[in-house]
């Protein structure tokens, strides 16, 4: 197969996983032979092991770094400073992706950023929501999980509340704040509780 004729049948995919491709290739053991010499030429960039991104010269537009983290660890969600920069609750950019999983903490560095996955148990492995950016669909946090996220994996202080700079809280659900935040340590919820009584006096309500 011609790496073009490759790019056109499996350059949808965004991310390439060897194992998928090779599941519907006639010739298994020649493909993976040509995967390895198409990532010497730079045709393919290496994310990780057996994952591969097709060369941006190749597409039409770029991948998004949120579908990247999503398809390098499965499950996951993108999620805490990423997402709350996404929903423009937070005003700075952030360095790296990151992302919650079910899997093990870890980070993944490569030639197109850096990845970082949070462990979290499956109970609180849930409210996020499927979006589509530049026709990819991705798994990222609601507002209100991203922030309670944030809140107990950085292990946030009362004090430092304030260090994180919120802004546009207007666009929160504060019954959905509320009522996540009982799934999480009483120390997530007091902070909930203190965050919600701010936006309540803010607004005059």
């Not at 790496?3 to 995919?13: A, I, P, Q």
């Not at 805490?80 to 903490?105: D, F, M, N, Q």
């Not at 499927?130 to 999980?145: F, Q, S, T, V």
């Amino acid at each position: 197969m011609k790496f073009l004729e490759f790019v056109d049948r499996y350059g949808k995919l965004g991310v390439i996983h060897t194992n998928e491709v090779l599941s519907f290739s006639s010739s298994p053991a020649v493909l993976r032979v040509q995967l390895s010499l198409w990532r010497k030429k730079g045709y393919l960039v290496a994310l990780r092991k057996g994952v591969y991104l097709i060369s941006s010269r190749f597409l039409p537009r770029s991948v998004p770094l949120f579908y990247i983290s999503n398809e390098l660890v499965s499950p996951s969600y993108v999620s805490l400073e990423s997402a709350l920069s996404y929903y423009g609750l937070i005003p700075e950019t952030t360095h790296g992706i990151v992302a919650v999983t079910t899997r093990k903490t870890t980070k993944i560095k490569n030639k197109v950023g850096i990845f970082y996955y949070h462990h979290v148990k499956p109970s609180l492995f849930r409210d996020f929501v499927r979006i589509e950016m530049d026709g990819y669909r991705i798994n990222i946090a609601l507002p209100e999980k991203a922030l309670l996220d944030y809140f107990y994996l950085r292990n946030l202080k009362p004090e430092e509340l304030g260090g994180l700079r919120l802004q546009n809280l207007e666009t929160l659900d504060v019954r959905r704040l509320i009522s996540l935040s009982t799934l999480y340590p009483q120390r997530v919820k007091k902070l909930a509780d203190r965050l919600k009584n701010e936006i309540t006096a803010s607004s005059g309500s």
